[in-house]
């Protein structure tokens, strides 16, 4: 059975840094594709970076292309997402989101089958 479990999600200053951890557990990560999505209050869930399965392809949405960075350890079946410069519109609920297989591009809810419960992150003097 397939789950994953984020963490690292906290209360941070515009302008600083957090790191989400994505731990997998029912498939090695390098053979699915693993994306990040968010979702703020009263709005759609968007997808925010993708990891493709093999040689593990990055995407960024515009929004966060420069300040976001997805990583991958294959040896702890975990993806990161490592996010710079953080402003008050990254505030949201992060998931963490798989799919046996390769995707390309930005990520979009519908392609994932596998989802965690996500991490509250909140950007806010």
């Known amino acids: ?19 989400l951890s994505c731990a997998v557990s029912g498939f090695a990560v390098d053979y699915g594709t693993i994306g990040w999505f968010r979702q703020a209050p009263g709005k759609e869930r968007e997808g925010v970076s993708s990891i493709s399965s093999g040689r593990g392809h ?16 294959n040896a702890k079946n975990t993806v990161y997402l490592q996010m710079n410069s953080l402003k008050a519109e990254d505030t949201a609920v992060y998931y963490c989101a798989a799919v046996l297989g390769v995707r390309v591009g930005v990520p979009t809810p519908y392609e994932y089958d596998y989802w965690g419960q996500g991490t509250q992150v909140t950007v806010s003097l």
Do not use: C, M, N, W
């Open 1 to 19: 059975q397939v789950h994953l479990v984020e963490s690292g999600g906290e209360l941070v200053q515009p302008g600083g840094s957090l790191r």
């Open 58 to 73: 990055t995407y960024y949405a515009d929004s966060v292309k420069g300040r976001f960075t997805i990583s991958r350890d």
